[in-house]
């Protein structure tokens, strides 16, 4: 967080020195939450006051709709400077935020080298490795030497992604292995690099979802992670920074989509935005519950005989949709982090099963007993139907959170699809017909 003495400051004349004082000596992430905050007239006031590398660093912190607005608002040149200087990862990520127009035109006034870059990580599909990828990284040759190897990085690697990894490839850019910027430092500079690098690369292809990506450095605890082509042809790499990011994203849109919203809404989203997102969802949830609703419409009879079940209904609904709401969660998730695969499902509903013999027994009895002392004498042989509803809503809700997610993912579909609302109207549905069905029945017998 900013040091309280920035973060009070105002932008005037007579506060523009000590202000461009303290921009420039913070993190580049700092200013970038600092600037963000500032109104919209203000921002490139103070994004002026950074020197060149601040701004540069400074703008990759910057939410999309932010850096439009600089975009707008700074000259050419400035803004050329910028996107020249970013890492080409973060420049893609950038042009894919911005309209059609303004990304033309910036392509049009980069250096050939880099509008090459650019063109070729946004030639690939989105959500791969190819296209969170970066160009920059350290390559060294078969042949060379500890002491070549560290005076080439040295000399030519300053400005690359990291150092920590150096990639030998052949003279056909194939990846052949791997060294470590520790080897390099505690081995003997006459060594032959081919002679201490790693043969064992782990690496993934620009088509790798990056899902996966996430889940294979994870796995190997790597920092970075080389990105080959359908020849092995080593063409970028991906940085733990990028996997945060990745990480963050795909968490961020299963939550969503779990609870109905449709996109990437952000906590501080202007209120359209809101609407936009999520009125799609509830206007499809009204759908989805006059299905439920059709359901209770037959046996409006049976409610006005038996009004306790007014009372009982809503809590065997709440119930049902919580068990499928949790076993949804925890599937998802699984799914997500690479913990399970579709051929888990049956020890996967095996144990919900077995879980679900205690939750459903326990649910049973505390809605049985709750019925019972809500109805009249009577009526009290509701709170055996209520008990026995409850506990078969409870293995089904278990059931369907476990195996819907995990049939589309064999589909090679999103499980995050099946978003809370749908499971639970759709169980609201099974529930109520169910119940009323069976005190339908029962009023029959008992009357």
């Known amino acids: 967080m900013l040091v309280q003495d920035v973060r009070n400051c105002v932008i005037d004349v007579a506060d523009l020195n000590q202000l461009k004082w303290d921009l420039n000596r913070l993190q580049a992430v700092d200013v970038g939450e600092y600037i963000t905050q500032l109104p919209s007239k203000?921002?490139?006031i103070a994004f002026r006051l950074l020197n060149k590398h601040q701004a540069t660093d400074v703008f990759e912190y910057l939410p999309p709709d932010v850096q439009e607005e600089l975009i707008n608002s700074l000259h050419d040149v400035q803004v050329v400077q910028i996107v020249e200087n970013m890492s080409p990862d973060d420049r893609a990520e950038l042009f894919d935020e911005l309209p059609a127009k303004v990304v033309k035109r910036l392509l049009q006034?980069?250096?050939p080298e880099q509008r090459q870059v650019t063109a070729t990580i946004l030639g690939y599909p989105e959500g791969t490795a190819?296209?969170?990828m970066t160009t920059e990284y350290v390559r060294l040759r078969e042949g060379l030497t500890v002491g070549e190897a560290l005076s080439k990085i040295r000399r030519q690697d300053e400005d690359k992604e990291t150092i920590y990894y150096a990639y030998v490839t052949d003279d056909n850019r194939k990846l052949v292995s791997v060294v470590s910027l520790r080897q390099l430092l505690f081995t003997f500079p006459d060594v032959l690099i081919r002679d201490i690098a790693g043969d064992r690369v782990v690496k993934v292809k620009t088509e790798t979802p990056q899902e996966e990506v996430a889940r294979v450095m994870k796995r190997y605890d790597l920092i970075a992670l080389p990105v080959v082509d359908r020849e092995d042809r080593l063409v970028g790499i991906i940085t733990i920074d990028d996997v945060v990011d990745i990480i963050e994203e795909e968490a961020t849109e299963d939550i969503q989509k779990l609870a109905g919203v449709s996109g990437d809404e952000a906590a501080l989203s202007p209120p359209q935005i809101t609407i936009r997102k999520r009125l799609p969802w509830l206007l499809g949830n009204i759908g989805l519950y006059?299905?439920?609703a059709s359901a209770i419409a037959p046996f409006q009879g049976v409610i006005s005989v038996v009004p306790v079940l007014a009372v009982i209904m809503p809590i065997l609904s709440n119930t049902g949709g919580n068990v499928a709401i949790q076993a949804l969660s925890v599937t998802?998730?699984?799914?997500g982090v690479g913990e399970v695969t579709p051929m888990d499902?049956?020890?996967i509903l095996r144990k919900e099963i077995l879980a679900g013999f205690g939750t459903a027994l326990a649910l049973?009895?505390?809605l049985g007993t709750l019925s019972l002392i809500w109805s009249p004498a009577p009526e009290r042989w509701v709170s055996i139907v209520a008990a026995t509803v409850m506990a078969v809503n409870v293995f089904v809700a278990a059931t369907l959170g476990t195996v819907l997610p995990m049939t589309l993912k064999r589909l090679n579909l999103d499980p995050a699809l099946i978003s809370g609302p749908l499971l639970t109207t759709t169980l609201d549905a099974i529930g109520f017909f169910t119940f009323l069905s069976m005190i339908s029945v029962?009023?029959?017998i008992f009357n």
């Open 109 to 111: 006034q980069l250096s």
């Open 332 to 335: 998802v998730r699984g799914l």
């Open 442 to 444: 029962a009023l029959r």
């Open 345 to 347: 499902t049956m020890k």
């Open 42 to 44: 203000q921002r490139a």
């Open 364 to 366: 049973a009895i505390t």
């Open 290 to 292: 006059i299905g439920a």
């Open 130 to 132: 190819g296209r969170v």
